[in-house]
C-alpha cells in the first residue's frame, strides 16, 4: 500500500492513547514464558510483539519471526535454554542478513547448542535446547544492547544465575537499564556495576506478583507526534497517553531533546501534553548512542524546520531493518537535503531561507543559522517526491510529518504495522490528509 499523505490546514489539537511499548511487552513475554505468575497490561499492539507471543505459542519445528529484530534476539537465548525443545529460528531476507553470532558465541560458552542453518553468524539458526549449566560470560558490549538483555533475560533460570561481563563502549544503556527495572518488577534481583552484570538466580518456576505488570506506552512512537508539533505554528498541542515522568524507556529523553526545536512537554494525569512555542532555532549536535531510534524523527524534524544538525553514535543504525544512515540520505535528498552520512553519523546542511514570517540571520562568528519557529515550506516539489522505505516503520513515520510542509508520497506504508498499526489513523485524526492506492 501507497499513500499520499498532505495536510489540510492547521493540525488539529487532540488527544491519542499510544500503543504500548513494543521494547517492554516482548521483555515481559519472554518473561511471562519463563515464569508463572507475570500478567501483562496494555500490551502493545505491534507486528513485532504479535510474533513474539506466536513464537512463545507455537510448537512447530520452524518457527518464523519475519522482520521482527528483537524477537530474533530474545528467542535464541529462550530456546537456548528450553530443555528438549529442538527449532528452527529464522525471518526474513533482511533478517538473515543482520549478524547474530555475538550473542551465538555467548550462549554457546553457557553450554548451548546452536548451529548455522546457512550462513555463519547469520539467521536462520538450529537450536538445540537444554540445560545450560554456565553462569559466566564475556560479550561485546558495542553491538547491540538486545543481544545483552536476552541474556539477562534467561539469567534467572540459570542454575546459578549469570555474570555477564561487557566488553568496550556499551550500546544502548537505557535498554539495559529497562530491562534490570522490568527484571525487578517481576521479583528477579540483578545488578549493574561498572561493567559487570549479575541476575541472581530464581529457584521457584512461579513468581508470585501482587499486581499486573502495566506497560507504559513507547516513547519511540511518541516521537512522530513531538516532530509533527516541532514542524507546526506556535499554540499547536497535542495529549499522548499513558505515559510516565519517571520512565524506564531512553526514549523519553525526547522532553528534553526537543526543547531544542519549542516543544514543551507537561505530565499530567497520566498523559503528556505537546506544546509548540516560539524559539529561536540554530543548527543542532546530539549524541544518540543511547536513543537511536530516534534519530530519523531528528533528521527529518531538523530538515523540516529548515535546521542543521549533526547526530553521532549512530552505529548502531546499520544492522536494522536496513541501513538506516544510508536510507535517510537517499530519501532526504529527494526533498533537496544537503546530507552526508559516515557508519556512525549524520550531518544535515541548513537550509533555512527568506520567507513569510520567517527570518533567516547568518551568525557572524559561526556557521549556525537562526531563525524563529516556523520554517517556509519546502517549494517546486509538488507532490513528486516518493519516499522509499525499505521494510522500515521508522521510515514510513519519521517522513509523515514533513506532508505540513509540501504535499508526497510514502510508498508501502503498511509498514508501519511493525510497531504503530494505527499510526495513519491517528494522522487522519490530526487533519492530515491520508489516501492510499496502489502502483
Not at 526474513?92 to 551465538?104: A, N
Not at 516541532?230 to 499547536?236: E, F, K, N, Y
Not at 524523527?297 to 542543521?308: P, Y
Request: proline letters at 3%; glycine letters at 8%; aromatic letters at 6%.
Amino acid at each position: 500500500m501507497n499513500i499520499k499523505i498532505s495536510t489540510n490546514g492547521p493540525v488539529k489539537s487532540t488527544a491519542l492513547k499510544i500503543t504500548g511499548s513494543k521494547s517492554e511487552t516482548n521483555r515481559l513475554l519472554l518473561l511471562q514464558a519463563l515464569f508463572e505468575g507475570i500478567t501483562i497490561q496494555n500490551a502493545s499492539e505491534s507486528d513485532d510483539s504479535i510474533a513474539m507471543q506466536q513464537a512463545l505459542a507455537s510448537n512447530e519445528s520452524v518457527v518464523d519471526i519475519h522482520h521482527a529484530g528483537t524477537a530474533m534476539r530474545f528467542l535464541t537465548a529462550y530456546f537456548s535454554q528450553k530443555e528438549g525443545r529442538s527449532v528452527v529460528l529464522t525471518g526474513s531476507q533482511r533478517m538473515k542478513e543482520r549478524p547474530i553470532g555475538v550473542l551465538v558465541d555467548a550462549l554457546r560458552a553457557l553450554g548451548a547448542d546452536i548451529q548455522y542453518a546457512e550462513n555463519e553468524g547469520y539467521p536462520p539458526l538450529k537450536i538445540n535446547g537444554k540445560k545450560l549449566t554456565g553462569s559466566t560470560v564475556s560479550i561485546n558490549a558495542g553491538v547491540s544492547s538486545q543481544y545483552i538483555t536476552a541474556l539477562m533475560l534467561i539469567g534467572a533460570k540459570l542454575p546459578n544465575g549469570l555474570q555477564l561481563t561487557l566488553e568496550g563502549e556499551v550500546t544502548s544503556v537505557p535498554y539495559i537499564n529497562m530491562t534490570q527495572m522490568l527484571l525487578a518488577q517481576a521479583g528477579i534481583n540483578s545488578s549493574f556495576e561498572g561493567n559487570v552484570i549479575t541476575v541472581q538466580p530464581l529457584q521457584s518456576e512461579i513468581i508470585n506478583l501482587k499486581s499486573e505488570i502495566v506497560v507504559e506506552s513507547d516513547w519511540s512512537s511518541a516521537s512522530y507526534f513531538y516532530s509533527i508539533v516541532a514542524l507546526s505554528p506556535v499554540g499547536t498541542e497535542i495529549a499522548l497517553s499513558t505515559y510516565k515522568e519517571l520512565s524506564f524507556q531512553g526514549d523519553s529523553a525526547l522532553a528534553d531533546i526537543y526543547r531544542e526545536f519549542g516543544v514543551s512537554t507537561e505530565f499530567k494525569d497520566g498523559a503528556i501534553i505537546l506544546s509548540k512555542e516560539n524559539r529561536e532555532l540554530s543548527t543542532v549536535n546530539f549524541e544518540l548512542n543511547n536513543t537511536p531510534d530516534i534519530a530519523q524523527t531528528i533528521a527529518v524534524t531538523c530538515f523540516g524546520l529548515g535546521m542543521g544538525c549533526h547526530l553521532t553514535g549512530l552505529h548502531t543504525l546499520k544492522i536494522k531493518e536496513t541501513d538506516r544512515l544510508e536510507a535517510l540520505k537517499a530519501e532526504l535528498s529527494k526533498f533537496g537535503a544537503d546530507i552526508t552520512v559516515t557508519n556512525d553519523s549524520l550531518s544535515l546542511s541548513p537550509t533555512l531561507s527568506k520567507g513569510e514570517g520567517v527570518s533567516f540571520t547568518q551568525n557572524q562568528n559561526s556557521e549556525v543559522g537562526t531563525s524563529e519557529v516556523g520554517s517556509p515550506p519546502l517549494e517546486g516539489l509538488g507532490e513528486a517526491a516518493h519516499v522509499a522505505t525499505y521494510n522500515d516503520h521508522r521510515m514510513a513515520m519519521a517522513f509523515a510529518p514533513l506532508a505540513i510542509k509540501t504535499p508526497f508520497v510514502i510508498q508501502d506504508a503498511g509498514v508501519v504495522s511493525k510497531s504503530f498499526p494505527t499510526f495513519w489513523e491517528d494522522l487522519s485524526a490530526l487533519s492530515f490528509q491520508v489516501s492510499a492506492f496502489s502502483d
